[in-house]
């Protein structure tokens, strides 16, 4: 490729959501945020985009009815919000440049009404870890009755070593993205030699 593309929006949401569903269609389950993210990462790399990473995130969702129960992923709460048994109990998502790509916030359901994939710019500060005692840089936005609160986690680390981190555990996820991926996409992915064409007629 002669360079790299400049980000774009929904080029970014077109991606959050091809991993969303990629995800769906090979685990069948939402919680699956260590390989999906995984797969998400890996998928622009091979367009060509090497600025694509995985952090530890915390996301919360509630209602506008206060009594009604929120949701939240990744924050340290009663350790009962593990994903599987052999799962995680924190939560990852994807940077991107100056973008934030959340795709497995649709476990999340406060009252009944699931959260959608989130793509969103990072606010000032957002990049900084800060330690546990200080006040971290949170984005919130509303969605339909919803109000959802999205940061960095304090602590940067535990996911690495679990067997959804592995490339054999994504591979098939990425798979299935390049069979379904956009013709804008498609096309990149040739160039980039991600995907390989059969010229002979």
Known sequence: ?????PLVEEDLRRWNLLANQAAFDVEGVRNSCILTSSALVEFPHLLGRHDARVFRAEAHAHTRDRYTCGSAVGWDGDGSRRAKSDGWSGHLAVECGT????????QL???????SPAVFRKPDGYDTTPPLWQQRVWHEWTERDLIIRHARHWKQIGWKSKPAARPSA????????LEQAAPEDFDRLVESGAILIDEET
């Open 1 to 5: 490729m002669t360079g790299t593309p």
């Open 99 to 106: 973008w934030v790509l959340d795709l497995t916030l649709d």
């Open 109 to 115: 359901d406060p009252g009944g009404i699931s959260v």
């Open 170 to 177: 994504w591979r098939e996820v990425v798979a299935v993205m």
